[in-house]
C-alpha cells in the first residue's frame, strides 16, 4: 500500500546484498513510496549478491563503496549528490559482520585483531559514514539518517559474541552523532532494533533456528518480518517523525519489554 510517504525524498541504502536482505525490503518500500535512491554494498558484495538485480527494478544506480573506507564514502556521496542533482534526504545503515562469528571462535577466545576488523565494519562505518555526509554537506535539513541494530546490545545473548559490543557501539554512534547532526543541520540519527530475521547475516549466528523460535514465542505480537521492519523505516525516512531523533527504537513485536511468556514454557 503505497501513500507517497517519501515522493520527491532521495535516499542512500546500504546493505542490500540478496532478497532476504532488510536493506532489499526497505529499498523496495522505499521506491513504492515515491523516493529516488542510490544503492551501494562492499565491492565483494557485487560479486556474491544480486544487488543488480534490485537495481534494475527500482531504477536505481549502484554505487560500489566499503563502508570502512572514508574514500570510498567520500566518492559514494559525492557520486550520489551529482546523480540526484541534489541533497540526500535518508541513509540506511544496514550493515553488520563478525569474523569471530564467522570463523566459530568462542566468546572466551576470540581474536582481537578480528574484533578490531568487526567493529570498524559493523559500527565505526556508522560514524564513517555520518562524518563524510556532514563534512560534504550531503544532507537535506529534517533529512533522516537510520542504523539496523539488536537488542544484544542491552540484553545477553551468548551466542551473538562481539556483535553485541557492535551494536552497543553503533547504538552510541546514533546518540552522539545525533547531537551534532541535530544541532548543526537539523538531522535526525536513530537506530531500528529489530527482532531476529533470516537473513545471510542473521542465520550465521549459532543456533539461529532455535533463537528466532524462541523470540517468537517471546513476543506477543510475534517477531517482526523484514517487510515490517520496511515499513518501520518508511515511517523514519517520511516527514511524519521529523522530532524523533538519537532514540533506539525496538521493532521487535514487544520483545524488550517482556519478562517471561507463559508459551516459553509451554503453559
Ligand atoms: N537478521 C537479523 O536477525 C538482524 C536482527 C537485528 C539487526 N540486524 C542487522 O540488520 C543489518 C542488515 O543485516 P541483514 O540481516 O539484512 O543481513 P545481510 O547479510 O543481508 O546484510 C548485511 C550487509 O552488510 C554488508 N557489508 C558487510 N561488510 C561491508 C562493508 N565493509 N561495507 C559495506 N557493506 C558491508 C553485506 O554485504 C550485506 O549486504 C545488520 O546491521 C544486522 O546486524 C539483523
Known amino acids: 500500500m503505497a501513500n507517497n510517504l517519501l515522493k520527491g525524498k532521495t535516499g542512500v541504502i546500504f546493505g542490500a546484498l540478496d532478497?532476504?536482505?532488510?536493506?532489499?525490503?526497505?529499498?523496495?518500500?522505499?521506491?513504492?513510496?515515491?523516493?529516488?535512491?542510490?544503492?551501494?554494498?562492499?565491492?565483494?558484495?557485487?560479486?556474491?549478491?544480486?544487488?543488480?538485480?534490485?537495481?534494475?527494478?527500482?531504477?536505481?544506480?549502484?554505487?560500489?563503496?566499503?563502508?570502512?573506507?572514508?574514500?570510498?564514502?567520500?566518492?559514494?556521496f559525492s557520486k550520489a549528490t551529482e546523480h540526484f542533482g541534489g541533497k540526500i534526504d535518508f541513509v540506511l545503515h544496514s550493515i553488520g559482520m563478525s569474523l569471530n562469528v564467522r570463523k566459530k571462535k568462542e566468546y572466551t577466545d576470540l581474536n582481537y585483531e578480528w574484533m578490531k576488523t568487526t567493529f570498524d565494519i559493523s559500527a565505526i562505518s556508522f560514524h564513517k559514514v555520518m562524518q563524510t555526509l556532514l563534512k560534504q554537506d550531503a544532507m537535506n535539513e529534517w533529512g533522516s539518517i537510520a542504523g539496523l541494530t539488536y537488542i544484544a546490545a542491552q540484553r545477553v545473548f551468548p551466542d551473538y559474541s562481539e556483535m553485541a559490543e557492535s551494536k552497543a557501539l553503533l547504538e552510541s554512534f546514533a546518540r552522539s552523532f545525533g547531537y551534532h547532526f541535530g544541532t548543526q543541520k537539523k538531522v535526525r540519527v536513530n537506530t531500528v532494533s529489530q527482532s531476529p530475521t533470516w537473513t545471510t547475516a542473521g542465520s550465521g549466528v549459532k543456533g539461529f533456528q532455535e533463537f528466532f523460535d524462541y523470540a517468537d514465542k517471546m513476543s506477543p505480537l510475534g517477531n517482526a518480518s523484514a517487510d515490517a521492519c520496511a515499513d518501520y523505516c518508511v515511517f523514519l525516512f517520511s516527514d511524519l517523525s521529523r522530532m524523533v531523533t538519537m532514540q533506539n527504537l525496538y521493532h521487535d513485536g514487544g520483545f524488550s519489554s517482556m519478562g517471561m511468556n507463559p508459551a516459553v514454557l509451554g503453559l
Open 19 to 76: 532478497e532476504q536482505s532488510i536493506a532489499w525490503k526497505v529499498a523496495e518500500r522505499c521506491h513504492e513510496e515515491g523516493a529516488k535512491l542510490v544503492l551501494t554494498n562492499a565491492p565483494v558484495a557485487m560479486r556474491f549478491g544480486a544487488i543488480n538485480q534490485l537495481a534494475e527494478k527500482l531504477n536505481a544506480p549502484v554505487i560500489p563503496a566499503d563502508a570502512t573506507s572514508l574514500e570510498d564514502l567520500e566518492n559514494l
